[in-house]
């Protein structure tokens, strides 16, 4: 059974750091997360926007807006994937999901969120400027 659950949320000033969590069960093969797993946020009134992707690979890929900003990283030891957010800005702010592509599935490419089988609850972030 697959599951996502989101952490590490909170209300942070301008500048400041947040790390988001996400804890997955379900896509472990081989010790390691066989899926291509992906950040996403949403501000209220936009539409969802992925923020960055990283394939079982290890591949990474950022949206321009948080390019130099924000790491995306996968920990295979605890089945976790990470979200580390520093220089934050009052335009980060907004409802942050973990998801996942699927077992197997390879990100292609792909950071639409109709692309993502699997989400998270959200965790939510507000930066104050």
């Known amino acids: 059974q697959v599951h996502l659950v989101e952490s590490g949320g909170g209300s942070v000033q301008a500048g400041g750091s947040l790390t988001l969590s996400c804890v997955a069960s379900g896509y472990t093969q081989s010790s390691n997360i066989n899926s291509c797993m992906g950040w996403f946020r949403q501000a209220p009134g936009k539409e969802r926007e992925g923020v960055a992707r990283?394939?079982?690979?290890?591949?990474?890929t950022y949206v321009d807006s948080v390019k130099g900003r924000f790491t995306i990283s996968l920990d295979n030891t605890k089945n976790t994937l990470n979200l580390q957010m520093n220089s934050l800005k009052a335009e980060d702010t907004a409802m942050y999901y973990c998801a996942a592509r699927g077992f197997g599935w390879a990100c292609l490419g792909s950071m639409v969120p109709s692309s993502f089988k699997d989400w998270g609850q959200g965790t939510q972030v507000t930066v104050s400027s």
């Open positions: 990283i394939d079982s690979d290890g591949t990474k």
